[in-house]
């Protein structure tokens, strides 16, 4: 194992722990403005962001006083390794049969029940109106354990750049066997193994590489194109680790540039650093957005850049904030964004750089930290 690798994988071992009492108080803080007495927290991040469980199937409800969580037989063991290992207090409950009565149990006889609207579908409010709370006044709420996971906390970072630097040290270890011809599908494939050797439990999201024409696509997915002299190629991928994603592109050139490739690298990665430069605690995401736009239409090309500039990153790989000229949200410290702005010209194919950022009081700070390499 090479020294790099043998730092990551003593970083990876090494994660602080996660302080999930704290999220649970804060939560708390949050039920009587939303005008609930108890929450009925049923999407499985926000489950997971609250009590650590990684399972497929979970229940967990927030009164003022107690936490219940409620999950099958096939995670006994899990749930009481992770949940009841997160020191949160929960009352841990294993049914299938019990669960409609158990959680009309933990949410009390009175008060009001909030439900994550969100995240609800029609047909299950209709079953929690009518079977599991009847005669009981139901508040749809929006975004409050979304509000907790805006601002990340020193775990969370910690996980974050743990997943950043998986992906910088994989795009590393492969770049070079982009002058040997591989398809897209294959370097995609050699990026994402690279990624799970390194530590990832999985990519944040299905590896972009984007060769040629296909460039000009924002979200072209790999295909079996065959990357040779003359390409631009847009790689835009991330890494998992415990739970959180990373999100990174760079765009490399095979061969010589063209004079407008050569002019395309250069407008973007201007552009982004103008974004970047723009990212600080109490400046509008909007403002991030106009700084790369203004660069990229400078050249003439603000036609070309298609999609917003960025968003947030956690334990999804989109989240909030936006950053895009639409977005009325207020960067914070803490959050991390990404800053990532492209020109697309079908015929000379597609450019973009990205970086996640952690928002700080006077600036910001990069998680992903591969240099904006311009050639594999
Ligand atoms: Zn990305
Ligand atoms: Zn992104």
């Not at 499985?44 to 979970?58: C, D, I, K, M, P």
């Not at 590489?209 to 991928?237: C, K, M, Q, W």
Request: hydrophobic share 45%; with cysteine; glycine share 10%.
């Amino acid at each position: 194992m090479s020294a790099p690798a043998a730092d990551l994988a003593t970083t990876l071992r090494t994660l602080p722990n996660v302080d999930h009492r704290a999220r649970i108080d804060r939560l708390r803080s949050l039920l009587p403005p939303a005008g609930v007495d108890a929450l009925l927290i049923t999407h499985l991040t926000n489950v997971r962001h609250l009590t650590g469980f990684t399972g497929s199937a979970g229940l967990l409800v927030v009164t003022t006083d107690g936490v219940v969580f409620v999950t099958d037989g096939r995670y006994d063991a899990q749930a009481a390794q992770q949940v009841g290992g997160a020191d949160i207090g929960a009352r841990i409950e294993i049914t299938s049969t019990e669960q409609r009565r158990i959680v009309a149990d933990a949410v009390g006889g009175t008060g009001t029940v909030g439900l994550e609207a969100e995240h609800v579908s029609w047909a299950a409010q209709r079953r929690y109106a009518e079977d599991w709370f009847p005669g009981r006044e139901l508040v749809p709420t929006s975004g409050l354990v979304e509000e907790l996971r805006l601002v990340k906390d020193d775990a969370e970072l910690a996980r974050m750049g743990a997943a950043a630097a998986v992906a910088d040290a994989a795009l590393a270890s492969v770049r070079h066997r982009l002058l040997e011809g591989p398809t897209e599908a294959e370097f995609g494939l050699e990026l994402d193994t690279a990624m799970r050797r390194l530590g990832a439990s999985r990519p944040s999201f299905e590896t972009i590489v984007a060769s040629g024409p296909n460039g000009a696509l924002p979200h072209a997915r790999p295909s079996d194109r065959r990357i040779g002299e003359g390409d631009l190629v847009v790689l835009d991928f991330g890494a998992v680790v415990d739970g959180y994603c990373s999100d990174m592109t760079r765009t490399l050139m095979v061969g010589e540039p063209t004079e407008v490739q050569a002019r395309m690298l250069a407008v973007v990665t201007e552009a982004q650093a103008a974004g970047v430069a723009a990212v600080a605690a109490g400046v509008a995401a909007s403002e991030v957005d106009a700084a790369c736009r203004g660069v990229i239409a400078a050249a003439g090309w603000a036609d070309a850049f298609t999609h917003g500039t960025g968003h947030g990153v956690g334990l999804d790989i989109h989240e909030a904030p936006r950053v895009a000229g639409s977005s009325d949200a207020t960067l914070d410290a803490g959050q991390v964004v990404t800053v990532e702005p492209g020109v697309y010209l079908p015929e000379h194919g597609g450019v973009r750089v990205e970086d996640s950022l952690v928002v700080t009081t006077d600036g910001n700070r990069p998680l992903t930290l591969t240099p904006k390499l311009t050639a594999p």
